[in-house]
């Protein structure tokens, strides 16, 4: 196994489009997490499931964004009608319950 | 919440010299990780250390949980050891989610 995977590895796109990302997690991980960081700053917590239901939402969050986990595998991340403040890298990470976390590369999200 | 600070915020060294990181947390934890972020954004696991002390070659950690702060040791320092060292923590209130320091921005110099 070589950690965990994100696609795309980079995005640009024009605002109001929605674009949406994928995360492949350690394959025996049962646990699934989204961050989002912006320049500067450390990563922020957006969700996570265990499996595939989604346990704790942030209020970073908004009714744009939407995460599924659908067989408790991969996960994906949609925003709908991006903004320029959505610029930011999201970054994945997978664990199993109660041990340390392992991110993917992240994916870097340019809204134009 | 629980708040992460993490000092010095930068920190510029010459090759071959040693440091040490700080991490203060406001609240009891249960997990505690040490990450080094590469130029590529990218975070890799340094230590895995809600208590206690390890050590990985040059670099070793302690975790002092009834003090609330954890620190980084990264001795004989290397170029490649520049970029961003963050501490990040899991509260006890029932949640799983990472909240993280600021970071600490390390440059080493030839």
């Known amino acids: 196994d070589t950690g965990v995977s994100q696609d795309p590895r980079h995005k640009i796109t024009k605002r109001g489009q929605n674009v949406t990302f994928r995360c492949d997690p350690i394959?025996?991980?049962?646990?699934l997490y989204w961050y989002r960081q912006t320049l500067g700053q450390g990563p922020e917590f957006l969700t996570y499931?265990?499996?595939?239901?989604?346990?704790?939402k942030s209020r970073l969050l908004s009714d744009r964004f939407s995460a599924e986990r659908p067989k408790g595998s991969f996960s994906t991340l949609e925003i709908q009608r991006t903004e320029q403040g959505d610029s930011a890298m999201y970054l994945c990470?997978?664990?199993?319950?109660?041990?340390?976390?392992?991110f993917g590369p992240g994916t870097r999200l340019t809204v134009l | 919440g629980i708040q992460v600070e993490q000092s010095p915020p930068d920190l510029i060294l010459q090759e071959g010299a040693n440091s040490t990181l700080r991490c203060n947390f406001s609240?009891?934890?249960?997990?505690l990780q040490w990450f080094h972020q590469n130029p590529w954004g990218q975070l890799i696991n340094l230590f895995y250390?809600?208590?206690g002390t390890k050590q990985n070659g040059r670099l070793s950690a302690t975790t002092v949980a009834t003090e609330r702060y954890s620190l980084l040791y990264i001795s004989s320092s290397q170029t490649t050891d520049s970029g961003v060292y963050f501490c990040a923590v899991v509260g006890t209130s029932g949640t799983y989610k990472y909240i993280f320091g600021t970071g600490t921005r390390l440059k080493v110099l030839a």
């Open positions: 990470a997978s664990s199993l319950v109660g041990s340390e976390q392992f």
């Open positions: 394959s025996e991980h049962n646990r």
């Open positions: 499931f265990q499996n595939e239901a989604q346990l704790e």
């Open positions: 250390i809600p208590s």
């Open positions: 609240d009891s934890v249960n997990n």
